[in-house]
């Protein structure tokens, strides 16, 4: 099921300005701030990572609506992942917290263990060649539906705002949270394409979900060893339920029922999100706004 043809995604080349927001860029709640931090942690690479796999699916896509789409998706998934660079480069960079030893583990995650020749594939072997890039793509439509999961909170959650939130956060989180869901449907239908059936899509859910959580939990404490002193750091678990409670983070159980119904025969992610609400938000959104006037 690709997009309708009445909607073809496009870029927006936002652009941020962070020399006003605070550090935490959400007064009172370190916890909550870091949490959500680890998105530019893990974006400006994996999302790249992203663009390299579907640049070498193209060529095998027969069918145009497909392909149309999955040039769209790169191209806003590009744009995702320099913006993220941007608040490494400038936000943390400018409040004294030191971000590279994390992030080049992660670069080394994405070019080495889920590079094009890792565990010493011979480039000759096609048909290997061509599974392991499944397998991969396969691992996209997991994270996917995830990004589409929050991308669908961020833009009907009230918390944050309540609380304060400093607003060029808030629209860099709608934004890319309104074209995730814009874009949901793209990474599960490729994969289908290439033949990635139930079982090897339940299976890929499996191994990502319990990853996301590690590499979640993994990057929050390495903000909080930055920013907390050791004695007044917080539980992973117990904070993160209390931010849940005020409406700051998605419940644990918001995001297991997504996976359950993720593991469902029939499971579509057209049914996980509405784009008119993406597109509202993107029609009002400060830095999509500028973006079009330029």
Request: net charge neutral.
């Amino acid at each position: 099921m690709t997009l309708s043809r009445s909607h073809s995604l496009q870029p927006r080349n936002v652009k941020f300005d962070w020399r006003h927001t605070p550090q935490p860029w959400l007064p009172d709640d370190p916890f909550t701030a870091h949490f959500i931090n680890v998105l530019h942690l893990l974006l400006p690479e994996g999302e790249l990572w992203f663009c390299r796999l579907y640049n070498q699916a193209l060529p095998d896509i027969a069918d145009e609506n497909l392909r149309a789409d999955v040039k769209g998706f790169v191209r806003q998934e590009a744009i995702h992942s320099r913006s993220h660079q941007v608040v490494l480069d400038q936000y943390f960079a400018n409040s004294g917290i030191v971000t590279a030893p994390f992030t080049q583990r992660v670069r080394w995650l994405f070019t080495e263990v889920l590079g094009d020749q890792p565990f010493g594939i011979a480039p000759g072997w096609q048909w290997l060649a061509r599974a392991w890039l499944t397998f991969r793509l396969g691992l996209i439509a997991a994270i996917e539906h995830f990004t589409c999961v929050i991308g669908r909170w961020i833009l009907e959650c009230k918390g944050l705002d309540d609380a304060g939130a400093d607003p060029v956060m808030m629209d860099l989180l709608r934004w890319h949270g309104a074209e995730e869901v814009e874009h949901r449907n793209v990474a599960h239908d490729l994969f289908e394409a290439r033949g990635g059936g139930y079982f090897y899509r339940v299976g890929l859910m499996l191994l990502t979900g319990p990853v996301l959580i590690l590499l979640w939990w993994l990057g929050t404490h390495f903000f909080l060893r930055q920013q907390v002193p050791a004695n007044a750091r917080w539980r992973f678990w117990r904070e993160w339920r209390r931010a849940a409670r005020q409406d700051r983070l998605p419940t644990f159980s918001f995001l297991l029922a997504s996976v359950w119904r993720y593991l469902r025969p029939g499971y579509h992610p057209q049914d996980e999100a509405d784009t008119e609400t993406a597109l509202d938000y993107l029609q009002r959104s400060p830095a999509a706004l500028r973006a079009t006037a330029r």
